[in-house]
């Protein structure tokens, strides 16, 4: 699936490119009519940069010095008047929806091997494998988020915990926010998501998914039912022609979300699987740091009644346990509450 969504997506690459610099010439030419002194600076940049390149060819080049001093000084010339103007100079930049790749798809890394940036590995893993499981992060998201539908009632008898909903909540957003700081420190630990339906587990995993692909990192999701029969499926070829190598995508994926653990129908090759899976994100046995969200209606003694006490114990070891508790906040919004 990856090779036949590849050459579509980068059709769509190169039209993104191609308007980000139409628009660029665009707002070059209302500029420099309005600031004749801007369109001067820039020819003479170039016709300096030309001349250079001539005198290099002939091998009658001067010393470069002089000319990159002078290249330096018109370009703060044209910072100058552009300040003087209230103008930023990201104005007379391309606005790249990747700024890391310039919508090409591939960076060129130190040592001048090309490689797939990860804003194109993150569509063909949104066209691939999550569809529509993240297709609400514009609306789930941190900036979005809404204390003031969680309970500040404390009611130990209730929820057993002396916190209010509210209380925790905040308290499990700003742990969420620090584990987006430090997701490449592997010091960190992965996270668990325990609680009933409806009490925001998916949400604040969005929030986090929305973050981290801003920051250039590739989120993987899955239902566990799905998820590992997926990678099963796959292992026994039944996919071959229809679906790409998700294995591999599920151990290198900057972030996994396994959403619903629990829910899938057990058997001794989806345990085994499920340990591969988080053992080999647990130890970065790919070579990259991977965390990995793992979302369930089963508290930490089912997860060890219900699975191999090998499982129960690298989520214990290496994941950061929130409980979330309150009301069913699906059932509160249908109610207008």
Same mark, same amino acid.
């Given at each position: !699936?990856f090779?036949?969504?590849?050459?579509?997506?980068?059709?769509?690459?190169?039209?993104?490119?191609?308007?980000?610099?139409?628009?660029?010439?665009?707002?070059k030419?209302?500029?420099?009519?309005?600031?004749?002194?801007l369109?001067?600076?820039?020819?003479?940049?170039?016709?300096?940069?030309?001349?250079?390149?001539?005198?290099?060819?002939?091998?009658?080049?001067?010393?470069?010095?002089?000319?990159?001093?002078?290249?330096?000084?018109?370009k703060?010339?044209?910072?100058?008047?552009?300040?003087e103007?209230?103008?930023?100079?990201?104005?007379?930049?391309?606005?790249?929806?990747?700024?890391?790749?310039?919508?090409?798809?591939?960076?060129?890394?130190?040592?001048?091997?090309?490689?797939?940036?990860?804003?194109?590995?993150?569509?063909?893993?949104?066209?691939?494998?999550?569809?529509?499981?993240?297709?609400?992060?514009k609306?789930?998201?941190?900036?979005t988020?809404?204390?003031?539908?969680?309970?500040?009632?404390?009611?130990v008898?209730?929820?057993?915990f002396?916190?209010?909903?509210?209380?925790?909540?905040l308290n499990?957003?700003?742990?969420?926010?620090?584990?987006?700081?430090?997701?490449?420190?592997?010091?960190?630990?992965?996270?668990?998501?325990?609680?009933?339906?409806?009490?925001?587990?998916?949400?604040?995993?969005?929030?986090?998914?929305?973050?981290?692909?801003?920051?250039?990192?590739?989120v993987?999701?899955?239902?566990?039912?799905?998820?590992?029969?997926?990678?099963?499926?796959?292992? !026994?070829?039944?996919?071959?022609?229809?679906?790409?190598?998700?294995?591999?995508?599920?151990?290198?994926?900057?972030?996994?979300?396994?959403?619903?653990?629990?829910?899938?129908?057990?058997?001794? !090759?989806?345990?085994?699987?499920?340990?591969?899976?988080?053992?080999?994100?647990?130890?970065?046995?790919?070579?990259?740091?991977?965390?990995?969200?793992?979302?369930?209606?089963?508290?930490?003694?089912?997860?060890?009644?219900?699975?191999?006490?090998?499982?129960?114990?690298?989520i214990?070891?290496?994941?950061?346990?929130?409980?979330?508790?309150?009301?069913?906040?699906?059932?509160?919004?249908?109610?207008?509450?």
């Amino acid at each position: !699936m990856f090779n036949e969504l590849l050459p579509t997506l980068l059709k769509e690459y190169e039209q993104k490119k191609l308007k980000a610099e139409i628009d660029l010439d665009k707002r070059k030419e209302e500029l420099y009519s309005k600031i004749p002194k801007l369109k001067e600076i820039e020819d003479e940049i170039n016709s300096s940069a030309i001349l250079k390149a001539k005198e290099i060819l002939l091998n009658n080049s001067k010393s470069i010095d002089s000319f990159k001093q002078k290249v330096s000084d018109l370009k703060l010339k044209k910072e100058q008047i552009l300040k003087e103007n209230g103008i930023s100079k990201s104005y007379l930049e391309p606005n790249y929806e990747c700024k890391i790749c310039k919508d090409t798809g591939y960076i060129t890394d130190s040592n001048y091997k090309t490689r797939m940036c990860n804003c194109l590995k993150q569509k063909l893993l949104d066209y691939s494998f999550n569809k529509s499981n993240m297709y609400n992060l514009k609306n789930e998201n941190f900036s979005t988020f809404n204390e003031n539908i969680f309970s500040d009632e404390v009611d130990v008898a209730k929820y057993r915990f002396n916190i209010s909903p509210r209380k925790n909540i905040l308290n499990i957003k700003e742990k969420c926010i620090e584990f987006v700081e430090n997701f490449d420190n592997p010091n960190y630990k992965n996270l668990l998501f325990t609680g009933g339906t409806g009490l925001g587990k998916t949400f604040m995993s969005n929030c986090i998914a929305s973050e981290l692909i801003k920051r250039g990192k590739t989120v993987l999701y899955g239902t566990a039912p799905v998820l590992l029969e997926s990678v099963i499926d796959y292992k !026994m070829n039944k996919q071959k022609n229809t679906s790409d190598n998700i294995y591999k995508s599920v151990l290198e994926a900057d972030l996994l979300i396994i959403d619903d653990l629990g829910t899938e129908s057990l058997n001794s !090759m989806k345990l085994s699987e499920l340990f591969t899976i988080l053992n080999t994100r647990i130890l970065n046995l790919n070579n990259k740091i991977t965390k990995t969200i793992i979302s369930t209606n089963l508290n930490i003694n089912d997860i060890f009644n219900s699975y191999e006490e090998r499982i129960g114990s690298r989520i214990v070891g290496y994941y950061d346990i929130y409980c979330f508790f309150g009301d069913d906040l699906r059932f509160k919004k249908n109610l207008n509450c």
